[in-house]
């Protein structure tokens, strides 16, 4: 009974350590651009507010150039998401951008404009989708692209890879992407389509209980946009739509859990990002910044969201309420909302309902992904002036000396590289272990004024799979500078075939005015190497 016991806790740890990495990377993609997506989408509400009071008018010039400022990032967000997430995974992130952005060149996309029938791709037939700021589609491109990509780093002789892989990765993903993984996003979107449409004949407080708690989560893979033709159709057909209102407690329930945990924390910097979000949710109906910025990292917080979500679409769902026209739900277009009473009642019980249970219960649960712990990780604040000190013992080299073109050509940052005398590695500022290769062969640490420094140990280390590293923290570990981070074997890497010169880079280098090496030859841990000046 003991063993089975043991069995099925183990099988909930791995369950929960795939759920966790799953998560970790969709938020770890995110939060590189989760400034852009709060500044973006507060120029739109501003638009949005602008042309309710008359000021603006939609047809002028102005207006169309404001709201090309607000809505690039989410036109083009396979192409920003293909960057964040490549890196993020250890790949090249200028070729996971391209691969977004192969979905949305004109050559693809004039075939979907002009109609065209029957084009296929070496005689498979291709089903044509329109993929601007689609999430699904490059989640799963760029996860395989990373595969492939490691694969060829195997096999091609390492002066050719810098550009025989883009190559080779270009010509195997974007068609993979147009023949499968783009048409497997848009069936899954017809399968929720018919769902969705079999439960609203059957029951509205079934349909918004279901759409009001699956919404968020719909969202986080982008495949809520499956369901908006549906809404856009009946109101072609009709004049009136159901789903939008049912699914509307979703996003406000967001709201709720902004306001929540910005009333409950007490991380001034987690507040402000909670805060950043609510006014961009509220005007304009765009909840990015909560739903990636608190809602994934903060798993607890799914189970309120959902349940406020569910309680909310229900009530919505009964009352009837009806749409009039097509709007993202928002305090601003609560007009378009018919009878509005109700609808306000359905959507006020769920923001409502999820700040309660995050004032009672708190929105830390014992396996957090990826807390906020500094609004700059999000790129929400400035950084400031800094001075990083040396992880290793060793000799200063230039990053120009790393037989790996992401570091020599400085594409990963500007930054030093160390040939290590010792295998021990600490911590070159006070921070937090914001990143942690499973092969420990590399970590991320980000300073408590905001400085993100990778410190990558040897070349192509990566295929030890942590043989001869050892970790001494854990992702998100708060650490003081001089704190032991790794260990490695120094003699066993070299006599394995591998270098062991290491990058320290400032992986936020564009947030800074200069980034300066301050030191050359011999140094020890804890000696000052590089000045940031903002």
């Known amino acids: ?26 938020s770890g993609s995110f939060a590189p651009i989760l400034g852009v997506l709060a500044g973006s989408a507060l120029i739109t509400a501003l638009l949005s507010l602008l042309k309710t009071l008359g000021w603006i008018s939609p047809e ?22 293909g960057i964040t997430m490549a890196i993020k995974l250890g790949a090249n992130g200028y070729v996971g951008g391209a691969i977004g952005a192969s979905l949305l060149e004109p050559n693809y996309t004039n075939l979907l404009t002009q109609g065209a029938q029957d ?104 495949l809520h946009w499956a369901v908006i033709p549906i809404s856009i159709a ?22 709720g859990l902004g306001l929540g945990v910005f009333f409950k924390t007490k991380d001034k910097d987690l507040r402000t ?47 009837g309420v009806k749409g009039t ?9 609560i007009p378009v909302f018919t009878p509005m009473s109700q609808f306000i009642i359905g959507t006020l019980v769920a923001l409502i309902l999820t700040m309660i249970l995050v004032l009672l219960f708190g929105y ?42 992401l570091f020599s050509s400085g594409t990963i940052g500007k930054g030093i590289a160390i040939e290590p005398t010792t295998g021990k590695v600490v911590s070159p500022v006070d921070g937090m272990v914001t990143s942690l290769f499973a092969s420990n062969h590399a970590i991320g640490i980000t300073s408590d004024d905001g400085a993100e420094i990778l410190i990558f140990i040897g070349v192509n280390t990566v295929q030890l799979k942590g043989q001869f590293f050892t970790s001494h923290v854990k992702q998100w570990d708060t650490v003081k500078k001089g704190d032991l981070l790794i260990e490695f074997d120094i003699e066993n890497i070299k006599a394995a075939g591998y270098d062991v010169k290491t990058p320290v880079v400032i992986t936020n280098t564009n947030q800074y ?13 804890q000696e000052d190497i590089i000045k940031l000046n903002v």
Do not use: C
């Open 1 to 26: 009974m003991a063993m089975d016991n043991n069995s099925n806790n183990n099988a909930t740890e791995k369950k929960e350590t795939i759920m966790n990495k799953i998560l970790q990377t969709i």
């Open 60 to 81: 002028s010039g102005t207006y169309a150039i404001l709201s090309a400022a607000g809505h690039a990032i989410f036109y083009f967000f396979p192409v920003f998401l």
């Open 119 to 222: 084009v296929s791709f070496l005689g498979i037939p291709v089903i044509l989708a329109n993929y601007s700021s689609t999430v699904f589609p490059i989640l799963i491109a760029v996860s395989i692209y990373t595969l492939l990509d490691r694969f060829l780093k195997k096999v091609i002789y390492k002066d050719l890879q810098m550009f025989i892989n883009p190559m080779i990765s270009l010509l195997v993903i974007v068609p993979l992407t147009i023949l499968i993984f783009g048409p497997f996003g848009t069936y899954v979107g017809e399968a929720l389509s018919m769902a969705i449409q079999f439960l609203s004949s059957k029951s509205g407080l079934l349909t918004g209980a279901v759409l009001g708690a699956g919404w968020s989560f719909l969202t986080i893979l982008g």
């Open 234 to 255: 009946n109101l072609a057909a009709t004049g009136f739509d159901p789903i939008i209102p049912m699914a509307a407690a979703a996003p406000f329930a967001q709201i």
């Open 273 to 319: 990002l909670a805060g950043s979000g609510l006014l961009p949710s509220a005007l304009a109906g765009t909840t990015e910044i909560i739903t990636y910025g608190i809602l994934v990292p903060y798993k607890r917080t799914m189970l309120y969201v959902a349940i406020a979500g569910a309680v909310g679409g229900g009530i919505i769902g009964t009352l």
């Open 325 to 333: 026209g097509f709007a993202l739900p928002s305090l601003l277009s």
């Open 364 to 405: 830390e649960g014992k396996n957090v992904v990826k807390p906020a712990k500094t609004v700059k990780e999000f790129g929400l604040g400035p950084v400031t002036k800094e001075t990083i000190s040396s992880p290793l013992n060793g000799k200063i080299i230039s990053l120009s000396a790393i037989d790996d073109p």
């Open 513 to 525: 005015l200069d980034v300066i090496p301050t030191r050359e030859g011999t140094v020890q841990a």
